[in-house]
């Protein structure tokens, strides 16, 4: 038996048979004559390579999610860095070598130097760019339909795998990820967890031709591989795989059950989506409902303003797959980390502060105006809220109001039909706390967005990694920030929920029940392990923490 251990990315157990991925990296050196022609063939390779792209990103978005799509924009844009491609075109036409040389030489430069970077993002950022030349090279190699991946399931192990490798990989034929090198906080990783496959990485192993179909087992809990495993290993292993089945299976019993506590507290627990393929997971986890759908899917995979129509029809769907159960859609949140090329959005030096949410819609109306129309229409089909994104003032939600009214008095005009609907707004900037009691005489509902909140109260972005440790998301002025909100919501007889990343963990859910937060909204995953723990929960046994 031979054990390795690496590093836990997402856990869970995998047995079965090791898949040897290995990388076709044709990079044969030779002599040119016409050095133009061959940037040329470059030229060709680089927009097929981001035709490709798009296509991987259109379906990263329909069947993951819009956060982890956003990897191959990323990729596009380093296909097209200025700095990438002038050395490639340089070495093609000084040294008069052939295009895949140059991606290959030039693929290695870039790699060491984003390596021995200390920034662990930057470092994690060198397999992107391994990623895009590999690319590049199959393509000028003509091995662009090779697809990765094994013929049956099995354990994939390789010296490091690439966003793109992995989703053109069949899902059903994955058991699990192990990774010689990579990151921790790498795409790749962010991917694996996100398709809850169990997966290690910087394991310290020798990738020989030996290991393709050995037997493995891999544990995802502790970040151990081991090949060719004893019975006793395989006894231990079988035994708490068969425990984590069952803990699965025992979950879907609380797929029907009211979210209620011992002593009749009791919360709404809905779902966060950000695509049809959300909902799906949504009703097979039993959510009570739509906490938030993430309208911005629709402009994102799109390279144009969806229409009116498109958008109606896809709010409809989702709407009538809910059957009654209320549905909260957010309106149109971009910026920041979040780009639609066809707006034409300038670059901002801090754009987690610039134009975003709520304010796009002052600068871009017509954009706002087709959204609303579609809403409205939408909400003759079924339960059907809407709630609005970085708010500020009081001013900003009246004049939201008027618009709405105003496109209501349209579409009476044309004769088409529309419904009421709740109007709500994200609480997720500081100012919207402080003044959360006037703005609760003007909405139906509150939900907390503590994702940005926690960024904004904190004063720290949390897409910088090097600000892991100063994101405390437990901090007593987010914790303060919070149970304001709902007081001054419940004040004015108003719910409030939570929408954000927090509303998800486990070591708050008594903690918030207990401040009266009305609603939950989570990721599909999440609602049954949460509905179990509410079950079995005792509020009044709740004793508040000591704050820092």
Known sequence: MEVYRGKSVFQGVAIGRISLYRKLRRTVYYNIADPAAEYERFLQAQKTALDDLAVLHKKVLTEVGKSEAEIFEVHQIMLQDPDYVGS?????????????????????????????????????????????????????????DNHPGAEEPAIIIAD??????????????????????????????????????PTITGVDMVLEEELDGEFAIVD??????????????????????????????????????????????????????GNLHDLTRALQSGAEGIGLFRSEFLYLEKDNYPSEEEQFQAYRFVVEKMAGKRVIIRTLDIGADKKIN???????????????????????????????????????????????????SVEEVMQIKRMVEEE???????HISYGELEQGIMIETPAAVMIGDLLAKHVDFFSIGTNDLSQYILAADRQNPLLDSFFD?????????IEQTVQNAHNAG???????????????????????????????????????????????????????
């Open 220 to 273: 995802g809990n502790t970040g151990y591989i081991y090949i060719k495993p004893n019975e006793e290993i395989i006894f231990t292993m079988q035994k708490k795989l068969q425990t984590e089945i069952n803990n699965k299976n025992l979950l879907q019993a609380y797929k029907n059950k009211e979210s209620v506590t011992l002593d009749g507290r009791s919360v709404r627990l809905n779902a966060n989506i």
């Open 408 to 414: 209501k008095e349209n579409l009476e005009k044309e």
């Open 160 to 197: 490091d795998l690439v966003p793109s490798e992995i989703m053109q990989m069949e899902r059903e034929k994955i058991m699990s990820f192990v990774m010689v090198h990579g990151s921790v906080n790498s795409h790749t990783a962010i991917l694996a967890r996100t398709m809850g496959i």
């Open 342 to 392: 066809y707006l034409n959005l300038k670059e901002e030096e801090n754009p987690a502060m610039g134009l975003r949410g709520i304010r796009i819609y002052f600068k871009h109306p017509q954009v706002f105006r087709t959204q609303l129309r579609a809403l409205l229409r939408t909400a003759a089909f079924g339960k059907i809220s809407i709630m609005y994104p970085l708010i500020t």
């Open 88 to 144: 490639v075109e340089d070495m093609i036409k000084t040294q008069m070598i052939n295009a895949e040389y140059a991606v290959a030489q030039t693929n290695e430069n870039f790699f060491s130097r984003f390596s021995a970077m200390e920034d662990t993002y930057m470092q994690a950022r060198a397999i992107d760019i391994r990623d895009i030349s590999e690319r590049l090279i199959s393509i000028l190699a003509g091995d662009n």
């Open 473 to 481: 998301v437990h901090h007593p002025a987010v914790l303060r920030a």
């Open 494 to 548: 108003i719910w409030c929920g939570i929408c954000g990343e927090l509303g998800a963990d486990r070591e708050l859910t008594k903690r918030f029940l207990k401040m009266g937060v009305d609603e939950l909204s989570v990721s599909p995953e999440n609602i049954l392990p949460l509905r179990k723990l509410i079950r079995e929960m005792n509020t009044q046994e709740f004793k508040k923490a000591p704050e820092k």
